[in-house]
Every structure is written in C-alpha cells, then in structure tokens.
C-alpha cells in the first residue's frame, strides 16, 4: 500500500439510536454532554436524535431544544432521523442540516414503526428526501431490517436492492443498510454488497451494525473488505430499537475504532476520549456499558501514541499474546480510497 491511509467514517449513532429504548430519560444537559464528548472523540458524524411522536419514543421528545444547543464543529455532520414530513418541518426548525429518514424492507415492521404499508412508506420517504433536499439539507435513508425481520423473517435480498436504489435515485447522499436486529452473518453481509455494489457506488453505501449475536464486528470486517468506508456505531454498544423485538445493542464504536486502528485504516478518532465518552454513557443510563474490547483498551490507552494510531505491538498488560495479532493484520483487500 501507498498514499494516505484508507480513511473510514463512523457515525455515532448513540444519542439517537442508543438512547431511544433506554427507559431512564436522560435529560437535555446529559445528552448535550454526550454528544460534546463525541465531539471531543473527533467522530465526523453524529445522529444527535429523532423528531419522532413523542408518544410513540418519549426520550426524544426533547429533540427540537436539543440540536439548537449543540454547537456543530466544521467539517463535522450532526444528523436527526425524520419519520414523516412533520418530522421534518420540526427539524429543519431546529436549525437541522442533516437528516436521514426510515425505510423498512418489509410490510410489517413500517407498520409497526411508522404505521405505514412499504408502498406508503417508500413514497413518504421520497417526498421527504426531495423537500430536504430543496430546502440544502444533506441526506441518509436506512433501509431497516435488511437481513431479517422481527416479525417477518428473513428479507429478500432483492427487495433490500430494490428499495437501496430507489433511495438512491430519490438522491439519498448515504443509503445505510441496517442490521436493525443484528441477525446477519458475514456471509449475509457479502450476499447482500454483493447484490448493490454492481448497481450503486460504494461510497454511497453505509452499514449500520446491530451486536445481537456477537457478530457485528465480523460483520464490519466484511463490509470494509468488500470496500465500504461509512459505518453506523454507538459510543459503548449502547442501542435497540423498541419496535424491533430482539434488537440488542448496536456495534460498539471502541471496538470499530480498535479494528480500524489495528488494521491500519484511519478513523480520526481519539481512543482516550472514546473511553471518557462511554464513561459518561454509563453514569447516564446507570449500569455498565461498553464493546468486547473497552477493558483491553481501558488497559492498554498508554500504548496509543497517536490519538488514531494503532495500538503499539508491546501491550504492557497482556504480554503473554505479544504481538501476533498485530503482524497478521493486514489491510483488507479491494481496498481503494
Ligand atoms: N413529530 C411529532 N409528533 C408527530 C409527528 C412527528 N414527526 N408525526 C406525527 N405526530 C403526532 C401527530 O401530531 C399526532 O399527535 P396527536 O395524537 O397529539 O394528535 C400523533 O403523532 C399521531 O399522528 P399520526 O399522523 O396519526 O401518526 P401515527 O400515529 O400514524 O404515528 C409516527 C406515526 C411516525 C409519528 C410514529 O409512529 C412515530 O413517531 N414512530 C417512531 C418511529 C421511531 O422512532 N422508530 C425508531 C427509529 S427507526
Ligand atoms: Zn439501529
């Protein structure tokens, strides 16, 4: 390899997706302190929130007084999910420049998330990425339940090409395809890039990762060796969907980080600040959170000499692995910035 390193963008999508089944509600300042830490982790991009029915997610009833207070970087992106075109209305009103609104793959989870048909629910989201898009906002369009549906079963994959391409043409900046209930495999994850990635480039392409079944992180290393450089992750695992029964918590972004940094892709991301960042997720939702890897990098920060660097190959707390690990990683293949 030569050049630049491979430069990988991860959207924390922990103020958002995160909190949204978290049944203490995290008050205004706690979730405007959450959002600064990721700021201070150097993360590009962050979901700040939904402008959804209160009824419907109570913890984000307070979206529309919490973007005005978050002060947004340069270069950064703060984003809000938007279900409908009231949605919105609300968030352009907040001062929003960034939205991503909702497409489920199946009938029924729309019907269960936003009490729509699909057909319903492809056209709502067309009209509202056109008028986002009229009024200079950037846009990303999940499509949810790519892999399996809670009610459903698993999705056709060519029902998840076809709606990634009507997002597409619809102008979507992003598509994020979502793993809403962390159901797939690694080989489910090529089944499916392997049915977009002729029709869509892949820099439009987003994963978007849940943990169900431990499998979120393999899922990621496909994804980044079949040339995906965007991913959805949450600060300390934190996530679940509550429309989606089964939905477990969303891929860690410090264990995104970790595998980004070992395998020498750059995240921008500052390792230390990522800590103090899942630190302060568990003193909001008051029990322990964190990624498979938090306790190794809690253990090992000193050997971060960069903020983005890999770890260094002499860990001073487990060295009976050495540093084995570290000489097998090599950059995924196919791999083009
Ligand atoms: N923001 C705030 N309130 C909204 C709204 C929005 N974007 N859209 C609708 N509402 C309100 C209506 O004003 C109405 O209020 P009222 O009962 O006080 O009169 C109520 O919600 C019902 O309106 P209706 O248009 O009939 O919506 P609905 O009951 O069909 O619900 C959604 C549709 C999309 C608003 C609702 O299902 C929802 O918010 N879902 C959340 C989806 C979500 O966050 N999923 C997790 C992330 S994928
Ligand atoms: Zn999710």
Redesign the pocket.
Known sequence: MNGAPIQVRITDVGP??GL?SQKTLVPLAGKQALIEALWAARLPAIEAT????????PQ?AD?DALLPAIAVPAGRSLSA??????????AVQAGCREIAV?L?ATETMNQR????GLDQAIAAARDTLRDAQAQGLATRA?V?VAFACPFEGDTPTGRVRDLSLAMAEAGADEIVIAD?IGAAAPSDVQRVLDALLPALPVQRLGLHLHDTRGMALANAWQGLQMGVRRFDASIGGLGG????PGAAGNLATEDLALLCAQAGLDTQLDMAALVRAVDLVESLVGYPVGGRSLRWIRQNLATFAAPCAAPSSTPRTDATHSNHHRQGAAAPQGMNT
Request: net charge positive; hydrophobic share 40%; aromatic share 8%.
């Open positions: 958002r997706d949204q939904s402008f959804v029915s209160p009824k419907a997610v984000m979206a999910l938007v279900p409908n075109q009231r949605g919105l209305e609300r909702v489920s998330n936003i009490r729509m999940y949810a809403t969907c509550p429309f989606a």
